[in-house]
């Protein structure tokens, strides 16, 4: 079995949530790794892979916000 | 990690060089008693392992070695374990002493290194380096266990968090459900500002905003008395269950109270009597110095009787003597009487003495008249007639004289023979069967007082088994104090309407709350619903529904973690449970998270109640199986296993099931170290039931000959007893 | 004509006076006067004449007599006359015993040779008989002292043991028990 990192793990728990995947309208077939994850179109997806990878590399709550803030913006 | 070996240098109460243990790779135990050296071995290897100090402290050096040493000589400490982790290695940790005075030393600076082999070559390396590396603070944490005590690792409410940390599936979930909270309040204020300067909605907003923020704050505080009924609520359920096990206790105890103040009564009732009658006295007070007298009573009396008998016959004798001489003289009187010429004495017609004289001397006879010459034959006839009668009275006077005599003669003037025989018939008939009655009274006596005495025996005994049962008792119901247990327990009775009350209330204040927070999303959804001008607007409103949504993911993927780790954990500890129980009642250990994030370590039945308060055995069963269960999850994670070591006492387990324990967990593929109080009765130890055991047995025992009041006679002696 | 009993009664036996510490201290308030509350100080007996007693008894009942040292330097004599002894308040479960002076009298008769007859008769005087009792009542009191003192020497606690005195006595039973096994045993009935 491939390793799975902890990112990844983290982005499954997520995601894998019904409620989530009413709400955001996918599937768990489109939830891959988490570079798979920041590609995505469903603005849901990518939201919570961007959030998880960016706090894993050390961003600060008010950098990630203002990052958050203006994606979901664009994109919701 | 596996211990290889350990020895330990004038450290504490473990003077010299030849302090030395050598592991297995399972389970080694080392056998003391209270006070023979077992904390000092744990905090002999918790200095070694503390990576935080850096200086020798002097009152870490053994008296005994420190009372040796001359003035200007030195010696050293140390601390020194060899392992097996990725390779052998060990660390040492020692520092010099020197005596510089009577009462005055000085200590050089602390050494902490470190052996690795390297390929084939020994390197050395730093020790704090080493054991940061091989031996960190946290696993150290769940590895040695100085008490019992500390065997509750979820006591500290940090470690479970660590271990989900560390040992979950995923980490680091804290940070990101902060995030994500933040993120969503700050979207929602953005999205609310925006709606307020919006022209058509911002009114309704506004009116919205204000009962939204109303109605939210409501919440919190009915949210904050929830929580303090729910935890006075909690106190009063403590408080009764304590009063509950109490009150069993309590009617327990006032049962053996009324039970032993029975037996006292009668304890001291039996004392009373057997005390009531004082021997020494009664050979006095009741006369029982005569046991022996009868004997001599007869004595008594038949020599008063001989006596009476023999006075009396001399007094018949005596009497017959003076009736005979009486009567001689009786016998002479009437000779006498009859002597004069066969005539009697003068007849009564004739004339006395008197007249007789008379006539003599008158001449003249008074009877006839005719006168009397003298000389004639009828005057000489008179005359002798006088002179008889004069000499009769004489010898009659004489006779008398004698007789009277005769009569007073007394043969025994003194009584004092008829004193004994009445002191003698006063001491016979009822006075007599007393004195012969004595001994069997004294006999019975006896009996009885022995008797009594078997009796108070038994109740004596019964007391005793009394105060046993109270002592044992009192141990159960643990601090409660006698006072506490006599009170009467009406507090239960009010303790429970107040908690009847609270519970109510409780009720109350979670209805309003439903119905509050219904009316909250009402208003957001009230709220949510305006349609604002302005895209903007609904832009970030879009935007604070992703974020809300994705916070409230993140909080739920955190509590699944969680769930899964804990139900993992109680998986895994539940198979050692069972090994370690084989088939002794064991129960199933839950994992239950309270309120405030922290998880209690909970034994449940088979029928789903709580067992509240297991035994002490339970417990260490408990946690060691936990214990095992964490390590699991290194050996999982980290690919490398570390020892367990601590301090049971598994007396509570009774003699049974000792060497099955210990067997057992020497089965387990797990190196563990146990310091343990069992196999030694009174000071010995038990070396048949050691021979039962499969692992390796060290014997800690504090020499003999020391003097407790002195710390420098004090060492502590390591020997192997079982390979 | 004066009573014998009456006039023994009067008279106060003599003792020797080494046994006052040995003995008689030792297990009465001997000295102390008879108004003390004797139990406070835990000895055995009240008066000092309830040893004499005592020791009377263990003479008469091994029949053995000791003679008093000739010295009278080296004798006292007891503070009470006889017809005192046995009179006691009954406080503290003692009870008054007086009937007691009548058997000690009684036995002194019996095992003196008196000529009684011969003091009816008055050719002795009834002093004389008085002393001879005096005399034999000394000798028997004196055996039981020696065997007191005796004892106390061999084991100082003796007579501290609850039936100690009591066993005393009660050993002479057993030695008439076993003169009376040669008689036939009596009928039950």
Known sequence: MAYINNTDKMLHAVLMNERLMEFGKYDHSEIGTIYQALDSDNHVINAVAQIIKRTEEGASEKELWKEINEYLKRNV | ?723 | MENIYELWAKRNPEFEKRYQDTVLSVFSDYGKGVSQYNDIRGKIFGAGYEVYIIAFFIGLYYNQTKPLVEDTAKRKVLGQPIMYWGNIEERAGRKAYGKIREYIFAALVARTDIDWIALDKEEITAQSVVKTLIDKMEEYANFGFDFILDKLEQDPNYFFKESAFLNVFTSFLVNENNEDDSDEPDDLD
Not at chain 2, 64 to 82: A, N
Not at chain 2, 171 to 181: H, P, S
Not at chain 2, 212 to 225: C, G
Not at chain 2, 693 to 700: D, E, S
Request: charged content about 35%; aromatic content about 8%.
């Open chain 2, 1 to 723: 990690m596996i211990i290889k070996e350990i020895k330990i240098k004038n450290f504490r109460s473990y003077y010299g060089d030849n302090n030395f243990f050598k592991f297995s790779d399972g389970l080694t135990l080392i056998l003391g008693e209270n006070g023979d050296g077992k904390t000092t071995f744990f905090e002999a290897l918790q200095w070694l392992f503390n990576t935080t100090i850096d200086k020798g402290n002097i009152e870490s050096v053994s008296e005994m070695r420190k009372s040796k040493l001359e003035i200007g000589e030195h010696d050293e400490v140390s601390v020194y374990m060899s392992f097996e982790h990725d390779g052998i290695k060990s660390v040492e940790k020692s520092f010099t002493f020197e005596r510089t005075g009577e009462y005055t030393y000085k200590v050089g600076p602390l050494i902490f290194r470190g052996y690795e082999t390297n390929g084939s070559e020994r390197v050395q390396v730093n020790g704090k380096y080493l054991i940061d590396r091989c031996y960190d603070a946290f696993i150290q944490r769940f590895s040695l266990f100085k008490g019992e005590s500390e065997l509750n690792v979820f006591n500290d409410r940090t470690a479970l968090k660590q271990l989900v940390d560390k040992f979950s599936d995923i980490r680091k979930f804290d940070e990101l459900v902060e995030f994500t909270k933040a993120f969503e309040e700050k979207s929602n204020a953005a999205y609310l500002k925006e709606m307020r300067s919006d022209d058509r909605v911002s009114r309704e907003a506004k009116i919205l905003e204000n009962r939204i923020m109303d109605v939210s704050q409501k919440i919190t505080e009915n949210r904050r008395d929830i929580r303090e009924i729910e935890s006075s609520i909690e106190v009063f359920s403590m408080k009764l269950e304590e009063l509950e096990a109490n009150q069993e206790t309590s009617e327990r105890y006032k049962e053996i109270e009324a039970r032993r103040k029975t037996q006292e009564e009668k304890r001291n009732k039996f004392k009373a009597l057997i005390s009531s009658v004082d021997y020494n006295h009664s050979l006095l007070d009741k006369q029982w110095i005569l046991c022996a007298f009868p004997d001599i009573l007869k004595e008594f009396k038949d020599k008063c009787s001989a006596l009476s008998k023999e006075k009396r016959k001399l007094e018949r004798d005596f009497d017959k003597k003076q009736a005979e001489e009486l009567g001689k003289l009786k016998a002479v009187e009437e000779i006498q009487n009859t002597l004069v010429n066969g005539t009697a004495g003068l007849p009564w017609y004739l004339p006395n003495q008197e007249t007789l004289e008379e006539m003599l001397s008158d001449r003249i006879c008074k009877v006839c008249g005719r006168p009397i010459e003298e000389d004639s034959d009828a005057y000489n006839f008179m005359v002798a007639k006088l002179e008889d009668y004069k000499r009769h009275v004489a010898m009659k006077l004489k006779n008398e004289t004698e007789a009277q005599q005769i009569q007073e003669q007394i043969l025994f003037p003194n009584s004092h023979i008829e004193d004994l025989h009445n002191l003698s018939i006063s001491l016979s008939g009822s006075n007599q069967s007393f004195v012969s009655g004595i001994a069997q009274e004294i006999v019975d006596r006896r009996e009885l007082v022995d008797r009594y005495r078997s009796e108070l025996k038994t109740v004596e005994d019964k007391l005793q088994d009394i105060q046993d049962e109270k002592a044992r008792l009192l141990i159960q119901a643990g601090n409660v104090s006698e006072a506490v247990l006599e009170k009467d327990f009406n507090d239960i009775r009010g303790l429970f309407k107040q908690k009847g009350k609270a519970e109510v209330r409780l009720a109350e204040l979670k209805a309003e709350l439903a119905s509050k927070e219904a009316t909250l999303k009402s208003l957001k959804d009230e709220l949510d619903a305006l349609d604002p001008n302005s895209s903007q607007v609904r832009v970030m409103r879009d935007v604070h529904r992703v974020l809300d949504e994705i916070s409230k993911a993140f909080g739920h993927a955190k509590e699944e973690n969680l769930r899964r780790f804990l139900s993992e954990m109680e998986e895994k500890a539940n198979e050692y449970l069972e090994t370690l129980s084989a088939t002794d009642f064991h129960g199933r250990i839950r994992l239950v998270q309270t309120a405030n994030e922290s998880t209690e370590i909970k034994l449940f039945s088979s029928n789903g109640t709580e067992i509240s308060k297991p035994s002490g055995s339970q417990k260490t069963v408990m946690y060691i199986s936990i214990l095992f269960a964490i390590s699991d999850f290194t050996q999982e994670k980290r690919d490398e296993d570390y020892p367990l070591i601590f301090d049971a006492a598994t007396s509570s387990f009774g003699d049974v099931k000792e060497d099955y324990f210990y067997n057992v967990i020497n089965s387990i593929k797990k190196q563990c170290i146990i310091v343990t109080k069992d196999f030694i009765t009174k000071g010995k130890v038990r070396l048949s039931d050691v021979e039962r055991l499969n692992c390796p047995v060290y014997r800690i025992k504090k020499a003999d000959g020391f003097d407790a009041n002195n710390l420098a006679t004090i060492r502590t002696t390591v020997d192997k007893i079982k390979e």
